[in-house]
């Protein structure tokens, strides 16, 4: 799965899941697909409604049949 952000369009992979060191806050390490560039998000924000999760392989109604 990846991760469309509504506000630009990029579309990221979630990495990892870590703890920022200063107060134990969760946050999400995650890259973005077409450049490879790292970001850092708190948990909370990533999962706020910025991001939409996708299927990378989305099967349509025709391809079923």
Same mark, same amino acid.
């Given at each position: 799965?990846f991760y469309?952000?509504q506000?630009?369009?990029?579309?990221?992979?979630?990495?990892? *899941?870590?703890?920022r %060191?200063?107060?134990q806050?969760?946050? =999400?390490?995650?890259?973005?697909?077409n450049?490879?560039e790292k970001?850092? *998000?708190?948990?909370? %924000?990533?999962?706020?409604?910025?991001? =939409?999760?996708?299927?990378l392989?989305?099967t349509?109604?025709?391809?079923k049949?």
């Amino acid at each position: 799965s990846f991760y469309l952000h509504q506000k630009t369009g990029s579309r990221y992979v979630i990495i990892c *899941r870590a703890k920022r %060191e200063s107060d134990q806050e969760p946050m =999400i390490i995650y890259r973005k697909i077409n450049t490879d560039e790292k970001w850092v *998000r708190p948990e909370s %924000e990533f999962f706020d409604g910025r991001f =939409i999760k996708q299927d990378l392989f989305k099967t349509s109604k025709k391809e079923k049949t």
